[in-house]
């Protein structure tokens, strides 16, 4: 049984839902009136009541089936959260490395909470480089990582065994500060975004780098330079929500025959969801 399933609670069963985000506290009162306070998490975790509503046939048939396809809490699924489901513009935080993580940032008064979103809605994603519209990346719509294409790479040819290292590129063509991500060396640079001091057109410094101790280069590996930790990059587009099933339990009361219409009516109790971590 798989613990998530990438499949959307039917849009229209969610509008209405009562709920939003929570935290946990822990709070610690004195006699003076004074308080000490522990957040017990760093992100909030969303929960929402579904239930108490009338239905007919067709959506209870629709939310039992649903319902026990996820086993009542066993099995995760996508939910629209209409009170919060869209970022426009939303700053990323791009490291110089292959990927970053869609994000959306809630500030007020000098604070902020940052957010990951891990349930993009695909076609709805769009990203902005610099102001302007910007296309070489891909994405991951089950974990909200961005896979950017790189704007530069070439092959390594020599790497000294020193602090800081120093990479040979014949003529490199890259600038002091720039942040360059560095693989298959065989040596500690591998897999990480490093800062660079140019010292001519064919070589460069690794800064804070420190090879003394790593296996003697041989040959291989290769720089490549990403989307920068200093340029603007932006997101806008919509999100779902990862969540379960709050309870075990499906409950709903049949009340009428509507003999006007020629339906069943039926009475949905509780049916409360909760965020998971994903």
């Not at 709070?27 to 017990?40: P, Q």
Request: without cysteine; proline residues 4%; negative net charge.
């Amino acid at each position: 049984m798989t613990p998530f399933v990438e499949e959307r609670l039917d849009m229209g069963y969610d509008r209405g839902a009562v709920g939003g985000p929570e935290f946990s506290t822990d709070i610690v009162e004195f006699g003076s009136g004074h308080e000490d306070r522990n957040a017990n998490w760093d992100d909030a975790r969303g929960r929402w009541e579904l239930g108490e509503r009338e239905i007919d046939r067709k959506d209870l048939d629709y939310l039992q089936a649903f319902f026990r396809a996820r086993r009542g809490r066993a099995v995760g699924f996508r939910y629209r959260d209409w009170n919060d489901y869209r970022a426009q513009s939303e700053a990323l935080a791009p490291d110089g490395t292959p990927t970053v993580q869609l994000i959306k940032t809630y500030a007020s008064a000098g604070e902020s909470q940052v957010r990951e979103i891990r349930k993009p809605v695909a076609a709805t994603v769009t990203l902005q480089r610099g102001g302007a519209t910007f296309s070489a990346w891909s994405l991951d719509s089950t974990t909200g990582i961005v896979t950017l294409t790189s704007d530069w790479d070439a092959a390594i040819e020599s790497l000294t065994q020193a602090a800081p290292a120093v990479v040979t590129i014949t003529g490199h063509g890259r600038q002091t500060g720039d942040v360059l991500y560095i693989t298959g060396t065989g040596t500690s640079l591998d897999d990480a975004a490093h800062a660079i001091t140019v010292i001519d057109p064919d070589t460069f410094s690794v800064y804070g780098s420190d090879t003394s101790g790593d296996p003697a280069y041989s040959s291989g590996g290769t720089a490549e330079q990403y989307v920068q930790p200093s340029e603007s990059l932006t997101w806008s587009g919509e999100f779902d929500v990862p969540v379960r099933f709050a309870t075990d339990e499906f409950r709903a009361r049949f009340e009428a025959i509507s003999e006007r219409q020629n339906v069943a009516l039926y009475f949905l109790a509780s049916l409360p969801v909760v965020e998971v971590r994903v």
